[in-house]
């Protein structure tokens, strides 16, 4: 689940969203997550805050501190997704507007944007679904699988004698199921 989840994560974002993405309306807030974290209209919950000292030691541990304009503006969180599984998926979420705590669930919004293709941060807005209230009609939804065409069922046979020998098809194989054709009666 986590995998397949992960890749509709990953399509969804696309590469057309490299660089800073403009904030989103709509929502409940801006928030920041790893691509590996980020799972479009899921359910998460806020386990706990880290502290400014911590989000510090993050940033600069993974290279992002030069990201943000202020740090100091921004939270941090671990939050887990529950998908089901023996233990829930963890991850850490940044957010400089939104007003999350400890213990608050929220849905991660399906708007992903790459912030930072190289560091792999998405920026999302929390509860959003794409398109700004003023922008949506709704979405026109998922045109679903086809189910296929089934196959062409085969060609039935030929209900005769393959050798072309002029014998008739009740003497060739029995009955045949029904034959296929008119036979030589």
Known sequence: M?????TAGAVALGTAGAGTAAAQDGGDGE????????????DFTVAAALN?????????ETGAADEFDSPDDWDAYIITY???GT????GILMTEEADISQGDSE?????GQFRNTEL????ATLGATGNSAEDSDGGDGDDGDD????????DGGDGGDTAGNGADNDSAGGDGGGGGGAGGN
């Open 82 to 84: 529950d998908f089901g």
């Open 2 to 6: 986590k995998k397949g989840a992960l």
């Open 107 to 111: 849905t991660m919004g399906t708007d």
């Open 87 to 90: 233990s829930p998926s963890m």
């Open 147 to 154: 189910g296929g065409d089934g196959g062409d069922g085969g």
């Open 31 to 42: 928030v920041l997550v790893h691509a590996d974290n980020y799972f479009p209209g899921a």
């Open 52 to 60: 400014n000292q911590t989000r510090d030691d993050l940033l600069e």
């Open 120 to 123: 792999a941060m998405v920026e």
